[in-house]
Structure formats: structure tokens, C-alpha cells
Nanobody, 115 residues
């Protein structure tokens, strides 16, 4: 299984980014996938989850109304659309199953938001 996260970058506060997570080696449509983020010295924490059985979305409180998780089953790709970015969103973003028991995540993609 290979996971490749991309789409990160440097933006000013209030800006937008769309992250992509391309998965190969397994089919994502019947799995619950999520985006996580990690800051220097911090733990990797859940940001958003998309449940496979009914496409129920979950977001942590700090990103509700600003982030949107979606997927394209045909392309085996998960997305995270991020609007109105804030400096506290600065982190390396990863995707993996939820729970991430197998540790599929890739190298991550850096998101840096300047004030």
C-alpha cells in the first residue's frame, strides 16, 4: 500500500488550500479515511474523518465550517479542502485510515499559514 499526500504550501491567513491523498494498493471506497496533522514536537492528531458506509463527515471543532473532506472512489483519492486558513492550522498533514492501525500514511504535506 502506498499513500501520497500533496497540495500543501505556504499561504497567508484567510487563504485556501486543497490537499490530496492518492492511495494505491487497496480500494478506499469501503474504508473510513481521515486526515491528521502534526506540529513540531506534537502528536499526530485527527482533523477530519469520512466514514465509508454512509459518507458521514466528522471534523474537530477548530476546523468545522472551514474544512471539507471528500473522496473520489474512482481515483482512489481523498481530499481536504481548507478555507479561511489560520496560523494555528500550520502543520504537516497526513492521511490514513481511521483508526490508523496499519500506519499507511505517507510522507505528509506541509501547510504553513502566515499571519
Amino acid at each position: 500500500v502506498q499513500v501520497v499526500e500533496s497540495g500543501g504550501g505556504m499561504v497567508q491567513a484567510g487563504g485556501s488550500l486543497r490537499l490530496s491523498c492518492a492511495v494505491s494498493g487497496l480500494t478506499i471506497w469501503y474504508l473510513t479515511w481521515a486526515w491528521y496533522r502534526q506540529t513540531p514536537g506534537g502528536e499526530r492528531t485527527l482533523v477530519a474523518r469520512l466514514r465509508w458506509m454512509d459518507n458521514t463527515e466528522f471534523y474537530i471543532d477548530s476546523v468545522k465550517g472551514r474544512f471539507s473532506i471528500t473522496k473520489d472512489n474512482a481515483k482512489n483519492t481523498i481530499f481536504l479542502q481548507m478555507y479561511n486558513l489560520k496560523p494555528e492550522d500550520t502543520a504537516i498533514y497526513y492521511c490514513d485510515e481511521d483508526p490508523p492501525d496499519a500506519g499507511y500514511w505517507g510522507q505528509g504535506t506541509q501547510v504553513t499559514v502566515s499571519s
